[in-house]
């Protein structure tokens, strides 16, 4: 079993900073990609950043120059670094991540989410 547990979200104030964190543990063989996610009510699951285990990032392009992902691929966490918010970034944020588990002699691949965490942008 693998689990994603998120933390860092809250409320902030237009233009404001936060910072989200995601861990992930269970049996854990590797991890390529990893990614922070937003969802509102009645849309659709957004990709808002994702990083490989060699570092290649991709961001959505309403975010380009305002969030910075971040991974340590030793500790399994990515962080998402949130600045100059806007009320349009309010959203939950999920963190998702391509794991492959390895039993005995099978291995197996697939996508992980954690919860998420609500951020509120506003005034």
């Known amino acids: 079993q693998v689990q994603l547990v998120e933390s860092g979200g809250g409320l902030v104030q237009p233009g404001g900073s936060l910072r989200l964190s995601c861990t992930a543990s269970?049996?854990?063989?590797?991890?390529?990609?990893m990614g922070w996610y937003r969802q509102n009510p009645g849309k659709e699951r957004e990709l808002v950043a994702s990083?490989?285990?060699?570092?290649?990032?991709n961001y959505t392009d309403s975010v380009k120059g305002r969030f910075t992902i971040y991974r340590d691929n030793a500790k399994n966490t990515v962080d998402l670094q949130m600045n100059s918010l806007k009320p349009e970034d309010t959203a939950v944020y999920l963190c998702?991540?391509?794991?492959?588990?390895?039993?005995?002699?099978?291995?197996?691949?697939?996508?992980?989410w954690g919860k998420g965490t609500l951020v509120t942008v506003s005034s």
């Open positions: 998702g991540a391509d794991v492959t588990t390895v039993t005995g002699l099978n291995a197996d691949r697939q996508n992980y």
């Open positions: 269970g049996s854990i063989f590797s991890i390529n990609v």
């Open positions: 990083i490989t285990s060699g570092g290649s990032t």
